[in-house]
T-cell receptor
Framework: DAGVIQSPRHEVTEMGQEVTLRCKPI?????LFWYRQTMMRGLELLIY????????DSGMPEDRFSAKMPNASFSTLKIQPSEPRDSAVYFC??????????FGSGTRLTVV | SQQGEEDPQALSIQEGENATMNCSYK?????LQWYRQNSGRGLVHLIL?????REKHSGRLRVTLDTSKKSSSLLITASRAADTASYFC????????????FGKGTKLTVNP
């Protein structure tokens, strides 16, 4: 397995633009997580899915953020409109129940 | 806050020495996990210890858990320059949730 695959690796966008981050989890993992990492706040859980169903989205900052998982092999995190304070590294991770997470390499988002 | 606290925030040692990192947390847990993050990369799962376990080993890693003190430690023996990374503890909370709450990490530098 190639691991958790995220795209793009880097994204630079202007304030107000829509940003879409993509994730392909490991086959057979039934949990998928989106985290955001900044120097100030560390790693924050945004949302997680179980069997493609959102379970906990309490970490999603505001309505500008949305996440979907249309099938077991694909998830997106969308920010619309983007703001400079959204600049961070966004990680996707997947796991089996009770197991450790496998993280992707992350998407470094810069909003100017 | 449910977040864990790692101690120290930064640690610099010589190759061959042992490195000990500590993690304290505030809530009740199901398990505690340790992850490593190399600069610019995703997190890598190192070890998981369940709440009914006191000690676990994996290669040069030794993890202890004291649920009465709500603390854990990660010991890396005979450190190598390649161990240079940030190390995070992550709490798996009681209550059936699969989400992990991460600490802010310890930045370990192993000097050759």
């Amino acid at each position: 397995d190639a691991g958790v695959i995220q795209s793009p690796r880097h994204e630079v966008t202007e304030m107000g633009q829509e940003v879409t981050l993509r994730c392909k989890p490991i086959s057979g993992h039934d949990y998928l997580f989106w985290y955001r990492q900044t120097m100030m706040r560390g790693l924050e859980l945004l949302i997680y899915f179980n069997n493609n169903v959102p379970i906990d989205d309490s970490g999603m900052p505001e309505d500008r953020f949305s996440a979907k998982m249309p099938n077991a092999s694909f998830s997106t995190l969308k920010i619309q409109p983007s703001e400079p304070r959204d600049s961070a590294v966004y990680f996707c991770a997947s796991s089996r129940q009770g197991g450790g997470y496998t993280f992707g390499s992350g998407t470094r988002l810069t909003v100017v | 806050s449910q977040q864990g606290e790692e101690d120290p925030q930064a640690l610099s040692i010589q190759e061959g020495e042992n490195a000990t990192m500590n993690c304290s947390y505030k809530t009740s847990i199901n398990n505690l996990q340790w992850y490593r993050q190399n600069s610019g990369r995703g997190l890598v799962h190192l070890i998981l210890i369940r709440s009914n376990e006191r000690e676990k080993h994996s290669g040069r890693l030794r993890v202890t858990l004291d649920t009465s003190k709500k603390s854990s430690s990660l010991l890396i023996t005979a450190s190598r320059a390649a161990d240079t990374a940030s190390y995070f503890c992550a709490m798996g909370l009681q209550g059936g949730s699969e989400k992990l709450v991460f600490g802010k990490g310890t930045k370990l530098t192993v000097n050759p």
